[in-house]
T-cell receptor, first 111, second 115 residues
Framework: SQQGEEDPQALSIQEGENATMNCSYK?????LQWYRQNSGRGLVHLIL?????REKHSGRLRVTLDTSKKSSSLLITASRAADTASYFC???????????FGEGTQLTVNP | EAGVAQSPRYKIIEKRQSVAFWCNPI?????LYWYQQILGQGPKLLIQ????????DSQLPKDRFSAERLKGVDSTLKIQPAKLEDSAVYLC?????????????FGPGTRLLVL
């Protein structure tokens, strides 16, 4: 079964707005990563946050991690049409060796 | 640098036929992964290689799926015989080493349709 569950499943916003998507997971983790998938560039790594970190930034991306709630959020600020894609969280569990992906959030940014 | 290459990009077969997919990872990447992504779901790891050895194949349906990476570089994934539920995108990825937090670089995928 998938380790992560993203919420919402689908999100539609206007260009320039912020987009927030959430990920919940079940077991203790070492790290959590976010990936983006679109038809043009395939699946691409965006950002990694370690279990001892609470927040991380990369350009227009802000990721938070709350290990007590076993959840993470990805915020994309000032969204662009090119941000239209599916976003997946992926975790590697403590004691595990593999990366487990969630179901994904489909983000549509309307121009 | 060149990315992960996969072929073919699309394949349509009938159930009970066999099919093979090919992957060439990024040069110098020791770890290679095959994932299955069913429509509307996230990728699921099928098998992970470190050089030419298998690290994790616990989620590979071994009665019909096989994979090899004989010289520690490119890899093939085979399905024989295919079932309707094998319709999915098969993604190959590579990384510098096998630690799960190492960034994985994905190829464009092979979209398989089993009729």
């Amino acid at each position: 079964s998938q380790q992560g569950e993203e919420d919402p499943q689908a999100l539609s916003i206007q260009e320039g707005e912020n987009a927030t998507m959430n990920c919940s997971y079940k077991t203790s983790i070492n790290n959590l990563q976010w990936y983006r998938q679109n038809s043009g560039r395939g699946l691409v790594h965006l950002i990694l946050i370690r279990s001892n970190e609470r927040e991380k930034h990369s350009g227009r991306l802000r990721v938070t991690l709350d290990t007590s709630k076993k959840s993470s959020s990805l915020l994309i600020t000032a969204s662009r049409a090119a941000d239209t894609a599916s976003y997946f969280c992926a975790t590697d569990a403590k004691g595990g060796s593999r990366l487990t992906f969630g179901e994904g959030t489909q983000l549509t940014v309307n121009p | 640098e060149a990315g992960v290459a996969q072929s073919p990009r699309y394949k349509i077969i009938e159930k009970r036929q066999s099919v093979a997919f090919w992957c060439n990872p990024i040069s110098g990447h020791a770890t290679l992964y095959w994932y299955q992504q069913i429509l509307g779901q996230g990728p699921k790891l099928l098998i992970q290689f470190q050089n030419n050895g298998v690290v994790d194949d616990s989620q590979l349906p071994k009665d019909r799926f096989s994979a090899e990476r004989l010289k520690g570089v490119d890899s093939t994934l085979k399905i024989q015989p295919a079932k309707l539920e094998d319709s999915a995108v098969y993604l190959c990825a590579s990384s510098r080493d096998q630690t799960p937090w190492e960034t994985q670089y994905f190829g464009p995928g092979t979209r398989l349709l089993v009729l």
